[in-house]
């Protein structure tokens, strides 16, 4: 080996091991893209833009939002799973996004395994709301127009066979009914919309989805589908009090390309737990909706892989019974 191919080996070595991939002490060391999978101003872009807007004070640098929304959330995060693994883009996840988009192969390549799960920071149960003046104040309004009228009461979700249509055909099965599911795409402000403009009956949606219309006395929650009653909303009842044995919920988590340095990626899960503890977060959240939740990298990991496991056996029966398709 001569001096010169010597010489551009140590050079090449040199910026190596003092590349910020390796040497990580410093990060960040610029602004964050934060990628949004869901249209702007829906439940989930606003409850994250928040989240993001605290977390920068842990940083020290801004987290900036981008919309990149399409294929129920698919679009953006196959975007961040082809971003550069150095931790400068982020982005969130969805129910849909771990369950509806692999399950139904909406996108070709599409594959948790390109991400490394940062953290999940809200989980939400799902709700059934109406508008403040509807004739359906009570789960019993809705189950019995049902019954009189199959296949009229319009229901609102954000896709065939998603987080807030499967729901639904849970409480159809079980309540010997049947709903007209209209699916709006864009997400939650669509839904808010159409259920302020009386273009459909009611909306299955998460609680911080529909919070804004609650806080201005536009909408009721006439159901939560959880175990318990809501603390925000005891005089609230379940499903699961009305017979019906369906819960369910909603989660938001954070995530980066696989292959970010281990130091960035812990940095990361740190400050989204400063950020979830904060309390000028839970009191933002408190106000907004709730959902407090805070699970770590690992956990979230599991909590994925538990939910993928238990949801695709549902949806494989659904298939099976001619409910949805695949």
């Given at each position: 080996m001569n001096f010169r191919s010597s010489f551009i080996s140590i050079c090449t070595l040199f910026m190596a091991v003092s590349s910020p991939a390796v040497f990580a002490g410093d990060y960040p060391e610029k602004d964050i893209k934060h990628i949004m999978p869901w249209g702007a101003g829906g439940g989930t872009d606003t409850v994250m833009r928040s989240f993001m807007k605290n977390m920068e004070k842990e940083l020290g640098r801004k987290i900036y939002t981008v919309n990149i929304d399409g294929a129920k959330s698919g679009l953006g995060v196959n975007e961040l799973m082809s971003s550069p693994a150095d931790g400068y883009t982020i982005g969130s996840l969805t129910y849909d996004s771990i369950v509806t988009v692999p399950y139904f192969?909406?996108?070709?390549?599409?594959?948790?395994?390109?991400?490394?799960?940062i953290a999940t920071?809200?989980?939400?149960?799902?709700?059934?709301?109406?508008?403040?003046?509807?004739?359906?104040?009570?789960v019993e309004d809705l189950i019995n127009e049902a019954k009189k009228a199959p296949g009229q009461v319009k229901v609102s979700n954000v896709g065939f066979g998603g987080?807030?249509?499967?729901?639904m055909v849970d409480l159809e099965q079980q309540a010997g009914v049947k709903f007209d599911h209209i699916a709006f795409a864009g997400g939650s402000g669509e839904q808010r919309e159409a259920l302020l403009k009386r273009?459909?009956?009611?909306?299955?949606?998460?609680?911080?989805?529909?919070?804004?219309?609650?806080?201005?006395?536009?909408?009721?929650?006439?159901?939560?589908?959880?175990?318990?009653?809501?603390?925000?909303?005891?005089d609230t009842p379940t499903l699961k009090e009305k017979g019906y044995d369906a819960v369910w919920g909603s989660l938001r988590s954070i995530a980066v390309p696989?292959?970010?340095?281990?130091?960035?990626?812990?940095?990361?899960?740190?400050?989204?737990?400063k950020t979830a503890n904060s309390t000028e977060w839970k009191?933002?959240?408190?106000?907004?909706?709730?959902g407090w939740s805070f699970v770590d990298s690992e956990g979230t990991r599991n909590y994925v892989e538990s939910l993928q496991?238990?949801?695709?056996?549902q949806l494989d029966q659904l298939v099976a019974d001619g409910v949805i398709t695949k």
């Open positions: 192969g909406l996108l070709e390549n599409y594959s948790l395994d390109k991400l490394e799960f920071v809200t989980i939400h149960p799902t709700v059934i709301a109406a508008h403040i003046d509807s004739k359906y104040k009570t987080v807030w249509h499967l729901p273009e459909t009956d009611l909306a299955c949606m998460s609680l911080g989805g529909i919070f804004p219309l609650i806080k201005a006395d536009k909408a009721r929650i006439i159901a939560v589908m959880s175990d318990d009653r809501l603390a925000e909303y005891p696989r292959g970010v340095d281990p130091q960035i990626t812990a940095k990361l899960t740190e400050a989204a737990e009191k933002w959240l408190e106000k907004n909706g709730g496991k238990k949801v695709f056996t």
